[in-house]
């Protein structure tokens, strides 16, 4: 494989940025990057299944480049689902409108520009939210506006699904998980000094929070019954709903 995720070479500590350059090879770049990856896209792709019906409305919270909206047309080509794609990189939602086009067929998908802890959204009544490595980006305070909106625009009867880089609590378990990490990440293609650059350049830009946190944020949101749904050490993938049953 080749060293693909050197890309955080270009960035100084604390200085990662979604570039259009970043958005052009995202794909491979967080597949190297995050373990597990495509196992999470195909479980949260499952989900719909069950989640959102036919004509149903996925509202993808942080989609960079559609991977969630791809996975999912490519389930239920035939379904009809309908998808608000957000990101506040246009260079991420471009390069979704690329990958989109890739699939063909007459796909109901909008693309906004927009924060999405900041009103208004451009979707209602979404039948699943998803929120996937997005609100790693965020202030913590700004992850309980992110996740009351999403509430506020979901169908009472929607679904939330949130995967997010988490911090261990105790010191062990963080150690064996950033080296299970690092291990992982240098299996799948990606050279020691990359691996440096790009934990260097996360430096303040992506916080992990406990996974504790992240659910108690999630119901204090207005969602009900968090539950964890993958969890393999440091990434978590925790789903809920907008009414208690």
């Given at each position: 494989?080749?060293?693909?995720?050197?890309?955080?070479?270009?960035?100084?500590?604390?200085?990662?940025?979604?570039?259009?350059?970043?958005?052009?090879?995202?794909?491979?770049?967080?597949?190297?990057?995050v373990?597990?990856?495509?196992?999470?896209?195909?479980?949260v792709?499952?989900?719909?299944?069950?989640?959102?019906?036919a004509?149903?409305?996925?509202?993808?919270?942080?989609?960079?480049?559609?991977?969630?909206?791809?996975?999912?047309?490519?389930?239920?080509?035939?379904?009809?689902?309908?998808?608000?794609?957000?990101?506040?990189?246009?260079?991420?939602?471009?390069?979704?409108?690329?990958?989109?086009?890739?699939?063909?067929?007459?796909?109901?998908?909008?693309?906004?520009?927009?924060?999405?802890?900041?009103?208004?959204?451009?979707?209602?009544?979404?039948?699943?939210?998803?929120?996937?490595?997005?609100?790693?980006f965020?202030p913590?305070?700004?992850?309980?506006?992110?996740?009351?909106?999403?509430?506020?625009?979901?169908?009472?009867?929607?679904?939330?699904?949130?995967?997010?880089?988490?911090?261990?609590?105790?010191?062990?378990?963080?150690?064996?998980?950033?080296?299970?990490?690092?291990?992982?990440?240098?299996?799948?293609?990606?050279?020691?000094?990359?691996?440096?650059?790009?934990?260097?350049?996360?430096r303040?830009?992506?916080?992990p929070?406990?996974?504790?946190?992240?659910?108690q944020?999630?119901?204090?949101?207005?969602?009900?019954?968090?539950?964890?749904?993958?969890?393999?050490?440091?990434?978590?993938?925790?789903?809920?709903?907008?009414?208690?049953?």
């Amino acid at each position: 494989m080749t060293d693909k995720p050197d890309i955080a070479h270009q960035f100084g500590a604390g200085g990662w940025e979604f570039t259009s350059h970043v958005a052009e090879v995202f794909d491979d770049h967080v597949r190297a990057s995050v373990p597990f990856y495509d196992a999470i896209q195909d479980l949260v792709a499952e989900t719909t299944d069950w989640l959102v019906p036919a004509g149903g409305l996925v509202a993808d919270l942080g989609a960079s480049t559609g991977a969630t909206a791809r996975r999912i047309i490519e389930r239920h080509p035939n379904r009809g689902i309908r998808f608000v794609l957000y990101d506040e990189q246009k260079s991420m939602l471009d390069q979704a409108a690329i990958e989109l086009g890739k699939l063909g067929g007459d796909h109901d998908v909008v693309l906004a520009e927009t924060r999405i802890q900041e009103a208004p959204l451009h979707h209602s009544e979404a039948d699943l939210t998803l929120c996937l490595f997005t609100l790693q980006f965020l202030p913590l305070r700004e992850r309980l506006d992110a996740l009351r909106l999403a509430r506020a625009y979901a169908a009472d009867t929607g679904a939330l699904i949130v995967a997010e880089k988490i911090r261990a609590i105790d010191s062990r378990w963080a150690e064996i998980g950033m080296d299970v990490a690092h291990d992982y990440k240098a299996t799948h293609g990606i050279a020691d000094s990359a691996i440096r650059a790009k934990a260097r350049a996360l430096r303040g830009v992506l916080r992990p929070a406990p996974q504790a946190a992240t659910m108690q944020l999630m119901t204090t949101a207005g969602w009900h019954a968090p539950e964890v749904l993958f969890r393999w050490h440091s990434w978590a993938v925790i789903g809920a709903f907008a009414s208690p049953q």
